[in-house]
């Protein structure tokens, strides 16, 4: 049967690889269309304030600038969203939370006339403590980052499996470690990038927008602006790179661009810089990571606590998620039957951390592996073997693991014996 | 104060005119719709703008267009033929070097030029060829894999 399949089992050149290979794939950020305005987005230079006026009249009488939208404006005509939390506005009108958070949107008919109109918006800030560290931003008293959120703490994960109190009274030595992760951005090539085009005759609203979710972009702009999801036609073209960052689905830059088309009838164009891009756009998630394990003199790892607190950012997009994820994550693939697994998602004034491949494992894995070769370095015994000890045997399975999903299979095993036999282990970790 | 200009890209002469302040990227994409070229960064740092200027791979984010008058330009749009490809991209297709495609354009042409050059490169004069091209995709393997199986032919 499986010789005669077309596909299957073929090494086949991907259909979009000629159009990408002569230049001709589309990319939001290639398009164009007749009449199309250029947007940009003016944005905070503080990490927390308060916006207490905002004038645009000096902007809105430049040539060739056709609209401007404030925050104000917009808190009139669409909801905060959010894939978990709606905490999010395209523009912030009472106040912004992180060097980069969007204030107003401009339209003009060139990029150049929008940028020098951004140069003319006038903001008064009433400048706040800004919260940089998440540990002093979980602190009683700490400034309210979003009101109402104590403490800022926004969300809580947490794993309990046996008794890890027990494990550790008979646990032979106790290991405690600190790790910290780092906010990290993926910088896909295509920066994020919306067209938009309103149809003030027949209401519909196009977007051509660098989206990973295309039925989430959808789902959100109707929902933010009170339209019929079938009103909205939203198409991803080629895309540059996403990672993760472009997983929300709605972001300040499509919705700006969207609303900017309903005020001007023609279709608006945003593209981010890179500064743009890297200042403010979705990151990994940064941790800070408190790990206690307990391991017998013979290896046996029998209990694993991990306090951590997530920095979310400065809005929440996909952070309960990857809070979850990280403990999730926390064990690996290791038979440990004690687990305490907690953590906090906490707002500072930074950019907001999101979807970033890996999802919160990344940061579960540095900190497990690290603290498991000081152990086995401790002990006395061989890195690799103390693994072999402790993971996941095919003679297990099916293996349940903490969050109660059931391994049926599990190659962790043969992929740390080939890996070390690769790269010369047994030779190596003889000096 | 708008400048005339006459470029030649690809083998054909255009007629432009435009302030003597912008990148040949942004008037190829935005002027002459060569959109194959790519803004990454706008700062010289990341190749996927690379052009080729008289045979040499040149960040076009850093090269005025007045400045590009006279000069033989090749941009990712003038590789193929009429007929047929050029064998650097049959090669990035066949080696699965193309993922999201962004950085594409750049490292073809970085490529050529380095073929263009030396015929027989060697594994690390073709790293080196495409050290200043940055991707975030493919973690480079396929890339290398497909300029190589060109080196020598």
């Not at chain 1, 006339?113 to 918006?121: C, F, Y």
Request: hydrophobic share 40%; with cysteine.
């Amino acid at each position: 049967m499986m010789k005669n399949l077309s596909s299957m089992g073929r090494s086949l050149p991907r259909l979009e690889s000629v159009e990408k290979a002569v230049g001709a794939a589309k990319y939001t950020v290639d398009m164009a269309l007749p009449g199309m305005l250029h947007g940009k987005i003016f944005r905070s230079p503080y990490a927390h304030a308060r916006i207490l006026k905002v004038d645009v009249s000096k902007a809105a009488g430049l040539p060739g600038v056709r609209a401007i939208l404030t925050g104000q404006e917009l808190a009139k005509i669409s909801k905060p969203y959010g894939p978990v939390v709606r905490d999010e506005m395209g523009l912030q009108s009472e106040k912004v939370r992180y060097v980069g958070d969007e204030v107003a949107a401009v339209a003009a008919v060139s990029e150049e006339i929008a940028e020098e109109a951004l140069h003319l918006i006038d903001v008064e800030y009433e400048e706040l403590p800004a919260l940089l560290d998440p540990e002093v931003a979980l602190q009683l008293g700490a400034p309210q980052i979003h009101e109402g959120v104590e403490r800022n703490k926004v969300w809580s994960a947490h794993i309990g499996v046996g008794d890890v109190e027990q494990g550790f009274k008979e646990a032979d030595r106790v290991f405690k470690r600190r790790f910290v992760t780092s906010k990290v951005t993926a910088t896909p090539p295509e920066p994020h990038a919306a067209l938009a085009s309103y149809n003030r005759y027949t209401g519909e609203l196009t977007i051509w927008t660098s989206s990973q979710c295309i039925f989430y972009t959808r789902l959100e702009l109707a929902t933010s602006l009170g339209l019929s999801e079938h009103k909205v036609r939203a198409v991803a073209p080629a895309i540059g790179g996403g990672f993760g960052h472009k997983v929300d689905g709605m972001y300040s830059t499509d919705l700006c661009a969207a609303v900017l088309s309903m005020r001007t009838g023609c279709p608006v164009k945003i593209v981010l810089t890179r500064e743009e891009e890297t200042m403010a756009t979705r990151t990994r998630h940064s941790t800070i990571r408190d790990v206690e394990v307990g391991v017998k003199n013979d290896g046996t790892i029998i209990a694993y606590c991990e306090k951590t607190i997530v920095d979310n950012g400065a809005y929440t997009s996909f952070g309960p998620g990857v809070a979850q994820l990280t403990e999730a994550t926390a064990p690996g693939p290791y038979k440990i039957p004690n687990l305490h697994l907690h953590a906090d998602l906490v707002y500072t004034n930074k950019a907001p951390g999101g979807a970033f491949r890996g999802f919160g494992n990344p940061q579960a894995t540095f900190a497990r592996e690290s603290i498991l070769d000081e152990i086995a370095e401790r002990l006395g015994v061989d890195r690799i073997q103390f693994r072999l000890k402790n993971a996941v045997d095919p003679s297990d399975l099916p293996y349940v693991t903490p969050l109660g999903y059931e391994l049926q299979t599990c190659g962790v095993k043969d992929c740390i014996e080939r890996s070390a036999a690769a790269i010369g282990w047994e030779e190596k970790s003889q000096d | 104060m708008k400048k005339k200009v006459t470029l030649r890209i690809n083998g054909q002469d255009y007629e432009l005119t435009t302030e003597p302040h912008r990148s040949l990227l942004d008037v190829l994409r935005n002027d002459l719709g060569l959109t194959g070229t790519k803004k990454g960064c706008d700062a010289g740092d990341c190749g996927m703008c690379t052009v080729l200027v008289d045979g040499k791979a040149v960040n076009s984010c850093l090269l005025l267009t007045v400045e590009a008058k006279g000069k033989e330009i090749i941009t990712v749009e003038g590789l193929a033929g009429v007929e047929e490809l050029h064998p650097l991209q049959e090669a990035f297709m066949q080696y699965g070097a193309i993922q999201c495609g962004y950085c594409t354009s750049g490292m073809l042409l970085a490529a050529k030029a380095l073929l263009d050059e030396r015929t027989n490169p060697t594994e690390e004069e073709v790293r080196r060829a495409i050290a200043g091209n940055i991707c975030r995709c493919t973690g480079y393997v396929k890339i290398v894999d497909a300029i190589m199986a060109l080196a020598g032919s």
